[in-house]
């Protein structure tokens, strides 16, 4: 099993950004799709976005297509998460995780992170 270490998280106004990392340890990281996911108390785990093995391929929820961008980099073990234009939804602790295969179902990803929270104020 490896380790995943999420970084990046804060408390942002309305319409600011952040970048989350996640640093993988552990395993060979470039044999994994990539996922970042995010989760409010009381709610279950929501797909955020994913990346391929090579990059090759992502995949945005709709709710925040065109506001996020996924990108990873295999020479640093690290796959990054670059939110713009947040909003106050978007507040939750975000998560990332590894899969075998490429796949945007959330039970299909293991070896999650401890967790990163981002809050967006209003």
């Known amino acids: 099993q490896g380790l995943l270490v999420e970084a990046g998280g804060g408390l942002v106004q309305a319409g600011g950004s952040l970048r989350l990392s996640c640093t993988a340890s552990g395993r060979t990281f470039s044999n994994y799709a990539m996922g970042w996911f995010r989760r409010v108390p009381g709610k279950e785990r929501e797909f955020v976005a994913a990346i391929s093995r090579t990059s090759r391929s992502t995949y945005y929820t709709s709710s925040v297509k065109g506001r996020f961008t996924i990108s990873r980099d295999n020479a640093k073990n690290t796959v990054y998460l670059q939110m713009n234009n947040l909003k106050p939804e978007d507040t939750a602790v975000y998560y990332c995780?590894?899969?075998?295969?490429?796949?945007?179902?959330?039970?299909?990803?293991?070896?999650w992170g401890q967790g990163t929270q981002v809050t967006v104020s209003s």
């Open positions: 995780a590894a899969a075998k295969f490429w796949t945007t179902t959330t039970s299909q990803y293991d070896n």
